[in-house]
């Protein structure tokens, strides 16, 4: 089992930024790929960047060049760095540990941004 907690959402008006942590409890994080989702309103949860166990990340056509995505696993923490927001960037942005067939998620953090 893995718990992940994540923190950093908010409000922010459109072209500013916010970080977004994820703190996941299992002392082996270094094995997990790591992902960052986005749910908006009415919409399918999809996902937006993810990392893997190696460092190689990977982006959504609609963000990249916009957010980053890192990891330091020493403190088993993966984060998304989200500059240039966009009112479409709004959403419960969710963060999801994989391990070959396992998956676990995270609680949700509210992104809102203002145009």
């Known amino acids: 089992q893995v718990q992940l907690v994540e923190s950093g959402g908010g409000l922010v008006q459109a072209g500013g930024s916010l970080r977004l942590s994820c703190v996941a409890s299992r002392s082996t994080f270094g094995i997990l790929t790591m992902g960052w989702y986005r749910q908006a309103p009415g919409l399918q949860r999809e996902l937006v960047a993810s990392?893997?166990?190696?460092?190689?990340?990977s982006y959504a056509d609609d963000v990249r060049g916009r957010f980053t995505i890192s990891r330091d696993n020493a403190k088993n923490t993966v984060y998304l760095q989200m500059n240039s927001l966009k009112p479409e960037d709004t959403g419960v942005y969710y963060c999801?540990?994989?391990?070959?067939?396992?998956?676990?998620w995270g609680q949700g953090t509210q992104v809102t941004v203002s145009s």
């Open positions: 990392i893997s166990s190696t460092s190689s990340p």
């Open positions: 999801k540990a994989s391990y070959y067939a396992s998956a676990f």
